[in-house]
C-alpha cells in the first residue's frame, strides 16, 4: 500500500509496507539544480531492481529525530555555503543531534555536496558532526564541484541506487 504525505516540495508517495528497509534522503534544495540532484538521488533508490527499500526524501527543515530514528540508512544532500554545509543541514543535526546519538550508532550514511568552490570546508563540517554521531559512512562523499553539469544528476543517481542495493543486500 501507497499513502502520499506532504512535504515542502509537493507531494510524496511513501510505501507503508514497514518490513522493508528504510532510506532515509535529507537534502537541501534552495534551487531547481539541487532540486534535480535530490530527484536523481531518488530515481536511483527507486531503480526497478530494489524492490525492499523504502524511501523517505525530506529537506532539513521537515526532518527531526523520528524520521532518524526510523532510518536504517541515511543519504544527506547539501550545498556549499560560505564554505561550510547549508544553514538547513545545521539546523537539521542541532535538532537531531542529541535525541539520536546514543541510539542510532552505526547508522550507514553517505553525502553528496554541490559545491560551487571545492567543497572540503563543506565535508569536513558534516564528517565532523557524523563523527560525533558515529555514523558509518559507507560511499565515499560525492562533491559536485564547479559550474554545473549534467553528469552530476548521474552520479547522484548511482549514488541513491548504491545505496539501496546496499540497504537491501543487507550489506550495510
Not at 570546508?121 to 562523499?141: A, N, Y
Request: net charge negative; proline share 5%.
Amino acid at each position: 500500500m501507497t499513502v502520499k504525505l506532504p512535504t515542502l516540495d509537493g507531494i510524496e508517495e511513501v510505501s507503508s509496507d514497514y518490513s522493508m528497509k528504510l532510506l532515509l534522503i535529507i537534502s537541501h534544495v534552495p534551487s531547481e539544480n539541487t532540486r534535480a540532484l535530490r530527484d536523481a538521488v531518488i530515481r536511483g533508490a527507486h531503480h526497478a531492481d530494489i524492490s525492499g527499500v523504502r524511501v523517505r526524501a525530506l529537506t532539513p527543515f521537515e526532518a527531526g529525530p523520528d524520521d532518524v530514528r526510523a532510518a536504517d540508512a541515511i543519504i544527506l544532500g547539501t550545498t556549499e555555503n560560505l564554505g561550510y554545509m547549508s544553514g538547513a543541514l545545521k539546523d537539521f543535526f542541532d535538532r537531531t543531534y542529541y535525541p539520536v546519538q546514543e541510539e542510532k550508532q552505526g547508522l550507514p550514511y553517505a553525502l553528496y555536496i554541490r559545491a560551487g568552490h571545492d567543497g572540503t570546508g563543506t565535508l569536513r563540517g558534516v564528517e565532523t558532526i557524523v563523527t560525533g554521531l558515529r555514523w558509518k559512512e559507507v560511499q565515499p562523499p560525492l562533491i559536485c564541484r564547479g559550474d554545473y553539469s549534467a553528469e552530476f544528476a548521474t552520479q547522484c543517481e548511482e549514488l541513491g541506487l548504491a545505496m539501496a542495493a546496499g540497504l537491501e543486500a543487507g550489506v550495510f
